[in-house]
Structure formats: structure tokens, C-alpha cells
């Protein structure tokens, strides 16, 4: 009875020690983000194109671009979140992007356009999560 006993005790300090040597690491590191939407050339004579940028959780946004009717306009630290229209005619290119990190949320850039009988759209998500 004595071995048993002691067999016991040894296996259930045993249990202990392992248990209490495993630690979870609450602290998530950032995860840097570099985001773009694909590079689209547009036929029609003109079209509305919408930009976004959308963010949640735990997020910075350093820059933030796009491409309107002058070219590539960059927005450093832009203000979230970001959701306007411009108009393109002779710049045919439509393109959006941005640069951060996130910790348990998302970072999102996107562009949608529509003319008669064409629809353009883009998207590029930067996320993480833990549990």
C-alpha cells in the first residue's frame, strides 16, 4: 500500500511540475503590412472610382495612396477610416495601397468603379487574430 501511495504522490507532483512549466505568451507581436490592390487600366471615357480604406482592432496606418485624375497622391498617417469618390478621364490608372502593422484586427485598401457594361474592382486585406 505504501508503494502505491508513494507512486501516487510521485505521479501527481509530476502532473503538477508539467503543468505549471507551461506558460502561454499573451503578447502578440505587430504585424507589418504593406498592402496594394492590383494596377487597373480603365477603356471608358471617363469613370467614377471609389477608394477605400477600412481598419478595426489594433492597427496603424502610416500611408495611405491612390490614383486620381493628377496621378499618385500619397497620404502619410491618414486619418481612418477613408471612403471617397473621384472622377478619372485622361490618368487611366486606378490603384490604391497603404503601409502599417496590425495586432488582432485588419487593415483594408480597395477601389470599386462601374460605367455601362464594365465594373472594376480591387482589394488587398492585411489581418491577424489570436486567440
Known amino acids: ?7 501516487l504522490l510521485s505521479s501527481i507532483f509530476l502532473m503538477i511540475l508539467s503543468f505549471s512549466s507551461c506558460k502561454k505568451d499573451d503578447k502578440v507581436s505587430p504585424m507589418s503590412c ?8 480603365f477603356t471608358e471615357e471617363s469613370i467614377n472610382v471609389t477608394y477605400k480604406l477600412e481598419v478595426d482592432g489594433d492597427y496603424t496606418v502610416t500611408s495611405f495612396y491612390y ?13 481612418v477610416p477613408q471612403n471617397f469618390t473621384v472622377t478619372l478621364s485622361s490618368q ?13 484586427g485588419y487593415i483594408k485598401v480597395s477601389f470599386e ?16 487574430s489570436s486567440n
Do not use: F, H, W
Not at 504593406?34 to 487600366?41: I, P, R, Y
Not at 468603379?113 to 491577424?128: F, I, M, N, R
Open 1 to 7: 500500500m505504501r508503494i502505491i501511495t508513494k507512486i
Open 34 to 41: 504593406n498592402l496594394k490592390t492590383s494596377s487597373t487600366e
Open 67 to 79: 490614383y486620381d485624375e493628377t496621378g499618385k497622391v500619397e497620404m502619410q498617417n491618414p486619418e
Open 92 to 104: 487611366k490608372k486606378m490603384e490604391a495601397g497603404a503601409v502599417g502593422n496590425v495586432t488582432n
Open 113 to 128: 468603379a462601374t460605367a455601362p457594361g464594365s465594373e472594376y474592382k480591387s482589394s488587398d486585406l492585411c489581418s491577424q
